[in-house]
């Protein structure tokens, strides 16, 4: 099942620039951005102000269209014009995530050949380690005073369709790879989730996910800009201030990742939310599977339909998405296509019936160009007639919903069998004290690969291993319960909240016995 786009829409604003414009143009008192710490909020006037400025300040640093220009900084809705205005003058946005770690970030520069870095008091923290390598870009500190450069309507006139966004997927071994996204695939990204959501403007989401993030750039900001509607941008996502905050702004939405659901759900407190929250329509949830039980345990207590949808940075995010109520939602499944195209493959590219495993593809607008002086990656990732081959494997039901199984590089493989992580995962989060849970693979000399887990509970739980293996053996069977689990403070995890599956088997195949 496809689900169309307005096409029409984003080939008549092809650009951000152009979209910005229109948006000025036809609504220009309408509030596009809000600072829900000191109350500022930005009209979509103000906003096509704001991003020329930043645009001509770019231009007189005498970088040339289409160069890369870096942010690290971390959420505002300054940070989010910084990064518009550079779209807007036909730059290559270069995201820097702020906790990657020094060689990355320094390779990241570097890699981009970036010309100018702007940044905040977080990103100074996090630049500040790798100085000495890029002490030759120059650095700009987002402030009022950037906002105020004069600009002409054509500065930079034919910048529209050049440049757009440099993201570098995170990964726990080698280099990260460098996507690029022309403005167009962004546009795209941000209409597919304003038609999966039903966006309009009477819209208000909330960004808790870093803007550094795709989820962050195109679920919320360019979602927000493309509908015409509204956007609140906290510094970070707060557990104390997640249901205040959307209470106070009146949100009718909000995209998070499935840890910050666990750690609402396991929260002590009880918010009314049908009673303080009633412009709330639903929760999204994305970057990582949701699991049913943490989905329907949430849904009961809070009241809130959470839309499960996945997406890549190669994607502009979203690729699937769950209808709104009250459509068909199907629980354990991100849902079917909107905006472009879905199909479960073999290894040779060739589409599989309906039910049959197999790789994940996917082709549209939303598609990134290439990886950045990769040509090798690209070619392996993208097919010669467009489909990108997305390394997640699933299949796909008869209503064209499909249900994720794991990812290539993750499964674990025991005694020639292939187990995927996923639904030890769920036995696992069937246990109402498991706050974040994730099996792994380890090194074993029997059977090549053996199962094993990590787990976060909720503070004070007595519960203990054999409690967890005891769940895992009844709903999977002996030969895939874990043969360890490991009890942690916290997962190690990405930017995006999502759970690094890898990290964990790095770690455990050095200590566990084999």
Request: proline content about 5%.
């Amino acid at each position: 099942m496809i689900i169309a786009t307005n096409r029409a829409r984003i080939d008549s604003l092809r650009g951000v620039r152009a979209t910005i414009d229109a948006q000025a143009i036809a609504h220009p008192d309408r509030i596009y951005m809000v600072d829900p710490v000191t109350g500022e909020a930005i009209t979509f006037c103000e906003l096509q102000k704001r991003v020329r400025s930043v645009a001509h300040y770019i231009e007189k640093q005498g970088i040339k269209r289409g160069e890369a220009v870096a942010f690290a900084a971390s959420n505002s809705p300054e940070t989010a014009v910084v990064i518009l205005g550079i779209f807007y003058g036909g730059y290559l946005a270069t995201a820097i995530n702020l906790v990657a770690g020094n060689s990355v970030i320094s390779y990241v520069l570097q890699h981009s050949e970036t010309k100018l870095i702007f940044t905040n008091v977080a990103g100074q923290l996090a630049l500040e380690a790798c100085r000495k390598e890029i002490s030759e870009i120059p650095v700009r500190t987002i402030d009022a005073g950037l906002f105020e450069f004069e600009a002409g309507e054509n500065v930079h006139a034919n910048a529209s369709y050049t440049g757009g966004l440099l993201m570098y997927t995170s990964g726990t071994t080698g280099r990260p790879k460098g996507v690029v996204l022309s403005q167009e695939n962004l546009l795209a990204g941000g209409e597919n989730t304003a038609l999966a959501h039903q966006l309009n403007c009477k819209d208000r989401g909330m960004c808790v996910l870093p803007l550094y993030h795709i989820n962050g750039m195109c679920v919320t900001v360019m979602g927000a800009l493309v509908s015409g509607s509204s956007l609140v941008i906290p510094p970070k996502f707060s557990v104390n201030g997640f249901w205040p905050t959307i209470a106070k702004q009146k949100c009718t939405w909000f995209s998070v990742v499935p840890t910050h659901i666990s750690y609402l759900l396991h929260e002590n407190s009880e918010p009314s939310v049908a009673k303080d929250i009633e412009t709330l329509r639903f929760g999204r949830s994305a970057s990582a599977p949701l699991s049913p039980d943490v989905q329907s345990a949430f849904e009961s207590k809070f009241g809130v339909p959470i839309i499960e949808t996945m997406g890549l940075t190669e994607t502009a995010a979203q690729i699937l998405s769950n209808p709104l109520p009250p459509a068909t939602r199907k629980i354990g499944s991100p849902g079917i296509a909107f905006g472009n195209e879905v199909r479960i493959c073999d290894d040779n590219q060739n589409e599989l019936a309906r039910g049959e495993e197999g790789e994940v593809l996917v082709r549209g607008s939303n598609v990134m160009q290439y990886y950045l002086k990769n040509e090798d990656a690209t070619s392996q990732a993208i097919t010669s007639d467009g489909w990108l081959r997305s390394g997640d494997l699933g299949r796909m039901d008869e209503d064209g919903y499909v249900y994720i199984t794991g990812r290539l590089k993750e499964l674990i493989i025991k005694g020639g069998e292939n187990i995927a992580p996923r639904e030890i995962d769920e036995a696992l989060y069937s246990h109402e004290d498991v706050v974040e849970a994730a099996a792994f693979a380890c090194k074993c000399p029997q059977y090549g690969e053996r199962v094993e887990a990590a787990v976060m509970l909720s503070a004070g739980s007595k519960t203990n291993e054999n409690i967890l293996a005891d769940i895992c053996r009844s709903k999977l069977g002996s030969f895939k319960t874990p043969d360890r689990i490991h009890f942690l403070p916290e997962l190690p995890k990405g930017p995006s909240g999502k759970i690094q599956r890898l990290k964990l088997t790095e770690i455990y195949d050095q200590t566990s016995d084999n």
